[in-house]
């Protein structure tokens, strides 16, 4: 395994922003766009093809990350889905959680996403174990 590999961390991106799709659309939109106290309006304001462009963007840099931590160190099976999972609970959530904090976000907000980062995150290792 090298330590960049184009296909898994295009796939790996692609399963992100496909928990992200379901996660913000069809389960948790509403919740979640009460929750960050958007408008009908303001949600659907925006460059979509540029907010989803650069979302999957951050998404292919998260798996160029995680992708290179597990080609450098031959990580197992269950080791790759700890290292998604943690790096999700570990880094990711506590990042968001302090900036909620000082932006006095509701913990709903960061409970709908701190559960997208853990799934999406999940979701990522899943398909790299694929490429393994």
């Known amino acids: 395994m090298t330590d ?10 692609a399963a992100f922003f496909a928990v992200g ?16 106290g958007l408008s009908d309006e303001q ?9 989803f462009g650069l979302t999957f963007l951050f998404e292919m840099l998260i798996a ?7 080609a450098r160190t031959g990580a197992a099976p269950h080791v790759v889905m ?3 999972v943690g790096f999700a609970v570990g880094v990711m959530i506590p990042a ?3 900036n909620y904090l000082y ?6 907000l960061f409970a709908i996403d701190a559960g997208h980062f853990i799934l999406g995150m ?7 174990l694929l490429f393994l």
């Open 4 to 13: 960049f590999a184009l296909w898994p961390v295009v796939a790996g991106a």
């Open 43 to 51: 949600a659907q304001s925006g460059n979509m093809a540029l907010i």
């Open 21 to 36: 799709a379901l996660w913000y659309g069809v389960l948790f939109g509403k919740a979640w766009q009460r929750a960050a």
């Open 64 to 70: 160029m990350v995680l992708w290179h931590l597990i």
């Open 82 to 84: 700890m290292m998604a």
């Open 122 to 128: 999940a979701a990522m290792g899943g398909v790299f």
């Open 96 to 98: 968001v959680g302090i």
């Open 103 to 108: 932006q006095r976000k509701s913990g709903l």
